[in-house]
């Protein structure tokens, strides 16, 4: 819609369209008698700002928004082009409804907010980057959570154009571009542990789960990934590592066939003493890699299910069950055992046996000597 307005008397409408006239409820007739000013229909608080835009020396164009009312008394979001009209105080308007798109924005806008507010809930780091043709991670989007884990704010790593790969720790840089590529060239998702920079000299470990989301205009892929903070984990597998390698030192030192295995699996085998390897002959390196530490495969098998399950119903009525069976070592050689288990509860009450091996005539003579 369009109308031609007087600067000089408060933006007095002096030539309308049908358009403007239905708009305002205000026959053509009546407007060209001077029944209609803009003012009167502009918002109260705009119209200052409306007339001093409309009214500027030397810009024969302006564009500007405003309210103007409508014929409902509603006031509805404009687009205007004020185009002044050489040697008069007169601008021909050209105006354009816009409130939906204003609305849709909005609507668009709150629907973004709440996302946003609701990726901030979740714990994990959420992040958008988009690998740049020479191999940089731009960082597009990240969530509070992330930017935490990066020792930034979420409008510094993004607003700076940071790289991403500058806040990766040097010795993991290398498995991230890896992965990164293999996922490029086959669209398979990355699953990595690796150590992100907090702060200078500071670390944490996080698991990295990421995909490609989409393709950029430029063709460069865009990808998904969540960071989570798994350094307790981490903390705890170091702490069960140094503590397996002390029971790893001590078993190797105590004397006879000791070995330690859990209640559920009581013939897979986690540690074994010397005495235990040079009991079965075979090596080490033959028990757990060849064999996969599983008892049972020497076992002979007749006698493995039956003394399996005489381990796992005595260890719930008492600490120490004893079974036997017949083992089968080394150059084919069999020998009569029994087998004593001690029951320890671990962490969260998880059950474990710590078992000895003797052979069953020196159980005998042991017997017949009192011992």
């Known amino acids: 819609m369009s109308c031609v307005v007087d600067k000089a008397d408060n933006l007095r409408v002096t030539e309308t369209d049908a358009h403007f006239s239905d708009f305002t409820g205000v026959s053509a007739a009546e407007i060209y008698s001077g029944g209609v000013n803009l003012l009167d229909i502009l918002m109260p608080k705009e119209r200052e700002t409306v007339m001093k835009e409309l009214c500027k020396k030397d810009s024969p164009y302006v564009y500007i928004d405003f309210h103007l009312k409508n014929k409902n008394n509603e006031y509805i979001y404009i687009h205007c082009l004020s185009q002044s009209i050489p040697g008069t105080t007169r601008s021909r308007l050209a105006l354009a409804d816009i409130s939906q798109s204003q609305k849709k924005s909005e609507l668009i806008k709150e629907e973004a907010d709440a996302m946003n507010s609701l990726i901030d809930l979740v714990e994990g780091g959420v992040c958008l980057f988009k690998v740049t043709q020479d191999m940089h991670f731009e960082p597009i989007y990240m969530n509070s959570a992330c930017a935490k884990f990066f020792g930034t704010s979420s409008e510094y790593a993004v607003g700076k154009a940071h790289r991403l790969e500058e806040l990766i720790h040097p010795d993991d840089k290398s498995r991230v571009f890896q992965a990164v590529g293999n996922s490029m060239a086959t669209k398979k998702p990355i699953n990595l542990e690796i150590r992100v920079i907090t702060h200078k000299n500071s670390f944490i470990w996080v698991k990295l789960d990421s995909a490609i989301q989409r393709y950029d205009t430029d063709g460069c892929p865009v990808f998904h990934a969540v960071f989570t903070d798994i350094s307790h984990v981490k903390e705890a597998e170091e702490q069960a590592d140094s503590r397996r390698e002390v029971m790893i030192k001590i078993f190797k030192n105590l004397p006879g066939p000791l070995f330690c295995t859990d209640i559920n699996n009581p013939f897979i085998l986690d540690?074994?003493?010397?005495?235990?390897?040079?009991?079965?002959?075979?090596?080490?390196?033959?028990?757990?890699?060849?064999?996969?530490?599983?008892?049972?495969?020497?076992?002979?098998?007749?006698?493995?299910?039956?003394?399996?399950?005489?381990?796992?119903?005595?260890?719930?009525?008492s600490d120490t069950v004893k079974t036997f069976y017949t083992l089968k070592l080394r150059g084919g050689k069999l020998v009569n055992l029994v087998d004593k288990r001690k029951i320890i509860e671990g962490n969260e009450f998880e059950k474990a046996t710590i078992g000895i091996l003797?052979?069953?005539?020196?159980i005998k003579i042991d017997e017949e000597l009192g011992l």
């Open 271 to 317: 540690i074994v003493s010397e005495d235990f390897i040079k009991l079965i002959g075979y090596s080490r390196q033959e028990l757990f890699e060849g064999l996969g530490g599983d008892l049972t495969h020497l076992i002979v098998a007749e006698d493995a299910e039956r003394a399996e399950r005489e381990i796992i119903e005595g260890a719930k009525h």
């Open 358 to 362: 003797r052979e069953a005539s020196a």
